[in-house]
């Protein structure tokens, strides 16, 4: 992404809507970073490369907000 880091696209969006779930998909494999990910409130941070079958399976557990 040009201009915004991940970190600060997942500000926007906490900011617009608390509950909407978030799966950060990244090439960095930093521990900071996924602390910050985390604590900012995303679902699940997955570092790549990651297996399709284990992406399938945390899509699966994402939880339903839109009756929320």
């Given amino acids: 992404m040009s201009g915004i880091d991940g970190l600060q696209l997942l500000k926007q969006i906490r900011a617009l809507h608390w509950m909407i779930p978030?799966?950060?998909?990244?090439?960095?494999?930093?521990?900071?970073?996924?602390?910050?990910?985390?604590?900012i409130g995303v679902?699940?941070?997955?570092?790549?490369?990651c297996e399709y079958l284990s992406f399938e399976h945390i899509v699966a557990l994402t939880p339903d907000r839109r009756a929320a």
């Avoid at 978030?22 to 604590?39: G, M, N, P, Y």
């Avoid at 679902?43 to 490369?49: C, G, I, L, N, S």
């Fill in 22 to 39: 978030v799966i950060v998909v990244t090439s960095r494999d930093d521990k900071r970073t996924a602390a910050e990910a985390l604590a």
């Fill in 43 to 49: 679902f699940a941070y997955v570092p790549k490369p």
